[in-house]
């Protein structure tokens, strides 16, 4: 799970616990110390998320599908097609109020060093909305691949992600209950949608 994922299933917690969710893959390591309470318990939120799905059979078995040569790098490439799904799920004012939510989150607080020059182009260039688009999600799988050393293993996948698509939407449609009934924060008021 990317972003969009990660902050609709944080979104019934309170502005820093949504914020601890969106910037942990930047954040490294088990001391916590240096964050509030609920951005910690964020952090925390977004790592069990993380490892629940690296975990799911349904992650697994597409792992097995995914070629050989590149399935090393294939759940990178999975936690952006769960966001395209994801953002294909919501309603487009659902999406929106979540998006609007995130990018005023993120661009009122600095993000950790790893993450600070990505965050004002994902809040700019509307990344979170446009994951809709499988193109974008696409090019944004190859871009990651280029920051990674060595010959493009993301952009090599692509081709597969297209080819396996309705596979893979299937796949989701197994996998995203899971994750939501097992870590989505309910808003204090109940549950208002659940796509």
Same mark, same amino acid.
């Given at each position: 799970?990317?972003?969009?994922?990660?902050?609709?299933?944080?979104?019934?917690?309170?502005?820093?616990?949504?914020?601890?969710?969106?910037?942990?893959?930047?954040?490294?390591?088990?001391?916590?110390?240096?964050?509030?309470?609920?951005?910690?318990?964020?952090?925390?939120?977004?790592?069990?998320?993380?490892?629940?799905?690296?975990?799911?059979?349904?992650?697994?078995?597409?792992?097995?599908?995914?070629?050989?040569?590149?399935?090393?790098?294939?759940?990178?490439?999975?936690?952006?097609?769960?966001?395209?799904?994801?953002?294909?799920?919501?309603?487009?004012?659902?999406?929106?109020?979540?998006?609007?939510?995130?990018?005023? &989150?993120?661009?009122?607080?600095?993000? *950790?060093? @790893? /993450? $600070?020059?990505?965050? #004002?182009? +994902?809040? %700019?260039?509307?990344?979170?909305?446009?994951?809709?688009?499988?193109?974008?999600?696409?090019?944004?799988?190859?871009? &990651?691949?280029?920051?990674?050393?060595? *010959?493009? @293993? /993301? $952009?090599?996948?692509? #081709?597969? +992600?297209? %080819?396996?698509?309705?596979?893979?939407?299937?796949?989701?449609?197994?996998?995203?209950?899971?994750?939501?009934?097992?870590?989505?924060?309910?808003?204090?008021?109940?549950?208002?949608?659940?796509?």
């Amino acid at each position: 799970m990317n972003f969009l994922a990660h902050g609709w299933l944080a979104r019934g917690g309170s502005d820093d616990f949504l914020f601890g969710n969106l910037i942990a893959d930047g954040v490294k390591g088990a001391d916590l110390s240096t964050w509030n309470a609920e951005q910690a318990a964020g952090i925390r939120h977004h790592r069990r998320v993380d490892a629940f799905v690296d975990r799911h059979p349904v992650v697994t078995e597409v792992l097995a599908r995914a070629p050989r040569r590149q399935r090393r790098y294939a759940g990178i490439a999975l936690d952006l097609v769960w966001d395209h799904f994801m953002a294909r799920t919501l309603a487009s004012d659902e999406r929106c109020r979540l998006t609007d939510r995130c990018y005023r &989150i993120l661009a009122g607080r600095p993000a *950790p060093a @790893r /993450l $600070a020059p990505m965050m #004002p182009i +994902l809040v %700019e260039q509307d990344w979170l909305n446009r994951y809709a688009d499988f193109a974008f999600t696409c090019l944004a799988i190859e871009s &990651i691949g280029r920051r990674l050393s060595g *010959p493009n @293993r /993301l $952009a090599e996948l692509v #081709p597969w +992600l297209e %080819e396996d698509y309705e596979g893979l939407a299937r796949d989701f449609d197994r996998l995203w209950p899971a994750v939501k009934d097992a870590l989505e924060v309910v808003p204090p008021n109940g549950p208002v949608t659940r796509p």
